[in-house]
């Protein structure tokens, strides 16, 4: 199972940012889709996930902020991230789980300037 990544980089507070993760080598609509970050000298933390059936769990300190969204066609998650903070700076990690089993991806970074 492989995921790639993409879509980070500098943006401005107050901006936005899409990242996606595309999956290959497994069935992705059966797993919970993730994004995990960590930024330096921090633990990773969830940000959101989102269930094989659509239901989703958001961090307290992204709610109303970013939005998790998949299309299990294209085995593609996707992370909006509006009104984007200077704490929002982190490497970002898509992530898949199910059936005891957790595959990442390899990070992207996101910088939000002030």
């Known amino acids: 199972v492989q995921l790639q990544a993409s879509g980070g980089g500098l943006v401005q507070a107050g901006g936005s940012r899409r990242l996606s993760c595309t999956a290959s080598?497994?069935?992705?609509?059966?797993?919970?889709m993730g994004w995990y970050r960590q930024a330096l000298g921090k633990q990773r933390e969830l940000v959101p996930h989102?269930?094989?059936?659509?239901?989703?769990l958001y961090a307290d300190s992204v709610k109303g902020r970013f939005t998790i969204s998949r299309d299990n066609a294209k085995a593609t998650g996707f992370l909006q991230m509006n009104s984007l903070k200077p704490a929002d700076t982190a490497v970002y990690f898509c992530?898949?789980?199910?059936?005891?089993?957790?595959?990442w991806g390899q990070g992207t970074l996101v910088t939000v300037s002030s």
């Open positions: 992530n898949l789980e199910a059936f005891g089993r957790a595959y």
């Open positions: 989102m269930r094989a059936g659509g239901s989703t």
């Open positions: 080598g497994t069935d992705f609509r059966f797993y919970t």
